[in-house]
């Protein structure tokens, strides 16, 4: 748990995307088959989380950051309080640890052994999060993930890579792109990423 240097090398599980897919597929057949699921159930769970959910939540939490320094002192201290004020509770999202990008610090989170995600704040982790490519070389050549993801960092800034896990989930506070002045809350939220709150992304600069 915690902070890694990415310059050490770092085991990960292997994983198999197709296989899992179709495990998950097939397991689901036979459960509703045997009447132990509810179709429509499961898909009303997916669509809450994919599309209701998505990283609308975690927008609201950074845009309530950049607005409001007591909030961000209370997201930096208690996380979980924090973002449970807004509403935003549930599973996978327990134990919340807020990590705020800095000139110096840009933070990027990874789950190396599994897909550990808080799906209060982001809804459902996308693919290549869950990916062994990403799991492996995230902790490992984090500026060539980054770079793959179209980020270029400024010379000498340092990446931190953390590694969530079955008890913490990790939520990148990206900074507040210039220009934004004056913006209410709900406009800010429309400027932040699901990438830029796990650190592979960057906010959106504010319309022209």
């Not at 990283?55 to 007591?70: C, L, T």
Request: with cysteine; glycine share 8%.
């Amino acid at each position: 748990m915690g902070e890694h240097d990415p310059s050490e090398a770092h085991p990960h599980a292997h994983s198999d995307l197709d296989e899992t897919d179709l495990r998950v597929r097939a397991l689901q057949t036979i459960l509703t088959q045997k009447g132990y699921i509810d179709p429509g159930a499961l898909d009303a769970i997916v669509e809450t989380y994919q599309t209701r959910i998505g990283p609308r939540n975690g927008a609201r939490v950074v845009a309530k950051a950049w607005s409001d320094p007591a909030y961000f002192d209370w997201l930096m201290r208690d996380a979980s309080a924090a973002i449970a004020s807004l509403g935003y509770t549930g599973r996978q999202g327990e134990h919340m640890v807020a990590l705020p990008n800095t000139d110096e610090v840009h933070n990027m989170v990874v789950c190396t052994l599994c897909s550990c995600y808080p799906w209060p704040v982001l809804g459902l982790p996308p693919v290549w999060y869950k990916s062994a490519p990403y799991r492996s070389r995230a902790v490992r050549d984090p500026h060539g993930v980054l770079a793959e993801f179209g980020v270029t960092l400024p010379p000498g800034k340092q990446v931190r890579v953390w590694d969530s896990t079955a008890e913490v989930r990790y939520l990148v506070i990206p900074q507040r792109p210039p220009g934004t002045e004056g913006m209410s809350e709900e406009q800010l939220a429309e400027l932040v990423t699901r990438d830029s709150m796990i650190g592979t992304g960057l906010p959106k600069a504010p319309a022209q």
